[in-house]
């Protein structure tokens, strides 16, 4: 290999990692939903989550759950909890058992519960 070939090779290896770096994606360590709908933002990709479900508050470290999970955050169960969230701009809307939530796409403010039987919680 001469040494202009070697030159080439490296100046196209500093390419190849310059477009790498461009394309690492810098996630934000924790964001608060609630705070950043309140704010006006759409949340980004987090390492972390702050989510509220009724007046608790619970940190969660996927960017995506579904209603099940999320209510078992709080010790709940589908079978007697129903589950909504509020989303930014649009009032609350029902989240299935099985429905994923995506905390960076989906504009969520919070979470509430509601008995389906009005003797529980």
Do not use: W
Not at 53 to 81: C, F, R, T, W
């Amino acid at each position: 290999m001469t040494e202009n070939e070697h030159d080439r090779e490296i100046a196209d290896l500093k390419q190849e990692v310059a477009v790498l770096d461009h394309e690492v994606e810098v996630l934000e360590e924790l964001i608060d939903l609630e705070e950043q709908a309140k704010a006006g933002k759409d949340p980004k990709k987090a390492k972390k989550y702050r989510l509220r479900i009724d007046k608790e508050k619970k940190v969660v470290e996927v960017h995506e759950m579904n209603g099940s999970q999320i209510l078992a955050l709080v010790d709940k169960i589908p079978d007697k909890y129903l589950l909504s969230m509020k989303v930014r701009g649009a009032g609350f809307q029902p989240v299935g058992p099985t429905q994923i939530v995506v905390f960076h796409k989906d504009r969520v403010e919070r979470f509430q519960t509601l008995a389906l039987d009005p003797s529980e919680g």
